[in-house]
């Protein structure tokens, strides 16, 4: 069997996305609009054996999105789409998730592991922590300002996984969040240098790990932003608190585990190029 790489619009790739990722084409459609190109890996009988699209990132290429189905050609097509896909526009990264890509046959042909997608489950916390001198905690709600809202976004922008913020995540209920339960990070002159964003979903509270500017992350803002999250958490009634992260550092992820917070799920980020 001879097995081909296509080039495909990106709005092609949605039949395979829908039964890949088992959601009907029409709740995928941003995931197309998000990518530059697409790539189909087929037999020399026409059968699909999946598809990526490349969806940029603000350092680190791009993101493959998509994956390729269980056969006894999946870990040789994982690759085929995963090397054209760099080919094509330099370095590219995936999320590993065993149902979309393989990552043994992955990391056996090269791919490096260069951080991961979690989600920490537990009781809220309670570990109080001071904001450094010169930065206020101050809900989401009560700062409007788009401005500095997009400036605490940017701030994971550095971080593999995450992509360049759109200006529509500033918007009050973007994500799904709560701005009253989210927290921003304000420095002296009103810039917004760090974010955690919470909501109540279940009766559970569910946030992202906090995103720190790059010149605030030696000090404790991170740990201050999230003990603000979980005193609001806590003051509505709510015992238990679901946390995801990308790329967090593994500093990041034992100072969340000392808070009692326990891995409940753990994808592999892995890069080529």
């Not at 609009?33 to 598809?51: H, Q, R, S």
């Not at 991961?116 to 001071?130: E, F, K, N, T």
Request: proline share 5%; charged share 20%; with cysteine.
């Amino acid at each position: 069997m001879t097995l081909e790489v296509r080039s495909a619009a990106p709005a092609e790739l949605l039949p395979t996305f829908a039964e890949l990722y088992g959601a009907p084409a029409v709740d995928l459609a941003w995931m197309a609009d998000a990518c530059t190109i697409g790539f189909v890996a087929l037999t020399d009988a026409g059968e699909v054996l999946g598809a990526v699209g490349t969806r940029p990132s603000p350092n680190y290429g791009a993101e493959l999105v998509g994956g390729v189905f269980a056969s006894s050609e999946r870990d040789e097509a994982a690759l085929a789409l995963v090397r054209a896909a760099q080919t094509q526009v330099g370095r590219v990264y995936l999320f590993a998730e065993g149902y979309l890509f393989p990552p043994e046959a992955l990391l056996a042909a090269g791919l490096r592991e260069v951080g991961a997608y979690r989600r920490l489950s537990g009781r809220v916390p309670y570990r109080h922590v001071d904001p450094p001198a010169g930065i206020r905690l101050r809900s989401l709600a009560d700062v409007p300002a788009a401005e500095a809202r997009l400036q605490a976004l940017r701030t994971y922008e550095d971080r593999i996984g995450h992509h360049a913020v759109a200006p529509e995540a500033a918007a009050d209920g973007a994500g799904g969040f709560d701005s009253h339960f989210s927290v921003i990070a304000l420095d002296e002159v009103g810039q917004g240098v760090g974010i955690c964003r919470a909501a109540i979903e279940d009766g559970e509270g569910r946030l992202d790990a906090p995103g720190v500017a790059s010149h605030w992350r030696h000090t404790g803002l991170r740990a201050a932003l999230l003990n603000e999250v979980n005193t609001r958490l806590r003051a509505s009634g709510i015992t238990r608190v679901n946390v995801d992260s990308w790329g967090d550092t593994a500093e990041e992820l034992a100072h969340d585990l000392k808070l009692g917070l326990s891995v409940l799920e753990e994808n592999p980020i892995l890069a080529l190029g």
